[in-house]
Nanobody, 120 residues
């Protein structure tokens, strides 16, 4: 079984920073892509940022220049450094990964989500 466990959410003031972490564990053979999505109340889940195993990154326009995604491939961990936070960044943030295990082909896995609230 594969698990994705997120940490680092919480409350931040506008202009502040938070750092999210997501660690994958289990019978992992390889991880092709790790990403962060978010879902605000009443809105659809959207891609925030993604990083490939080769280090290529992709960001939503709304977070470019403010958020940075990085990963530690040896630890199967992805990070999201969020700076200059805005109230509109308030959402539940979900970790996502495309993982091949020693028993299955590539599958899409999700973490349980972590709440990020930006408010004064």
């Amino acid at each position: 079984q594969v698990r994705l466990v997120e940490s680092g959410g919480g409350l931040a003031q506008p202009g502040g920073s938070l750092r999210l972490s997501c660690a994958a564990s289990g019978s992992i053979r390889s991880i092709d892509v790790m990403a962060w999505y978010r879902q605000a109340p009443g809105k659809e889940r959207e891609l925030v940022a993604a990083i490939t195993s080769g280090g290529h990154t992709n960001y939503a326009d709304s977070v470019k220049g403010r958020f940075t995604i990085s990963s530690d491939n040896a630890k199967y961990t992805v990070y999201l450094q969020m700076n200059s936070l805005k109230p509109e960044d308030t959402a539940v943030y979900y970790c996502n990964a495309h993982i091949t295990t020693w028993r299955t082909a590539v599958n899409n896995y999700w973490g349980q989500g972590t709440q990020v609230t930006v408010s004064s």
